[in-house]
């Protein structure tokens, strides 16, 4: 299991956020979690209202929750969306957004949410996702947010910026190395 801090991109401001942390974990029968938590004045937020859970694309226009990975150096990702309202996105590029194509899944993520007054959490289960399948090679993880405020104005979150604009894509945002023999985790089970 690991937790990392998100940084908020220095071309945007967000006041209302103090931090967002995001945990990952896995199982051995290659089940992985992850946790976002945001920390802050979470009524300042646009927050999706919780909705039926659907494929859709363009969640990155409001707030949402990212993980991008490639196994060990290689130039073909994949991307998958969260947002509060239970919507998901999962894509496969073949370089540096280039080749962009639907992924394929045999399960829709478990997306469970829950809001107090100074944090938000977003917990993610994925079953059997597409990089578990390549046993041995470590994974490269880019993990970011989108935060909406109530204003409308946008910031972005991620591990690590790459230098201009936002830009979650970019190799340099491929921050968190995870090894094959890290140790299992227990399930989220309530965030």
């Not at 107090?116 to 993990?143: H, I, K, N, Q, T």
Request: with cysteine; charged share 20%.
């Amino acid at each position: 299991m690991s937790t990392v801090s998100l940084q908020c991109h220095p071309g945007a401001s967000c006041p209302a956020v103090r931090a967002i942390d995001v945990t990952v974990a896995s199982d051995k029968a290659g089940v992985w979690q992850l946790k976002y938590a945001v920390h802050g004045a979470i009524a300042d937020l646009q927050l999706p209202e919780p909705a039926i859970p659907r494929r859709a694309d363009g969640l990155w226009r409001h707030t949402c929750f990212e993980v991008f990975w490639r196994h060990g150096g290689q130039l073909r990702y994949h991307e998958w969306n969260f947002s509060p309202s239970g919507a998901w996105a999962a894509y496969r590029f073949d370089d540096y957004r280039r080749g962009m194509t639907p992924l394929e899944t045999a399960a829709a993520p478990g997306i469970v949410t829950r809001a107090e007054a100074s944090e938000f959490r977003l917990g993610v289960v994925l079953e059997r996702p597409p990089f578990a399948a390549d046993a041995g090679a470590s994974l490269e993880l880019a993990l970011s947010a989108v935060i909406e405020q109530r204003d409308g104005r946008l910031s972005y979150w991620a591990l690590r910026h790459a230098p201009g604009q936002p830009d979650f894509h970019h190799p340099d945002g491929f921050a968190l190395t995870l090894r094959p023999d890290a140790p299992a985790c227990s399930a989220i089970t309530r965030i």
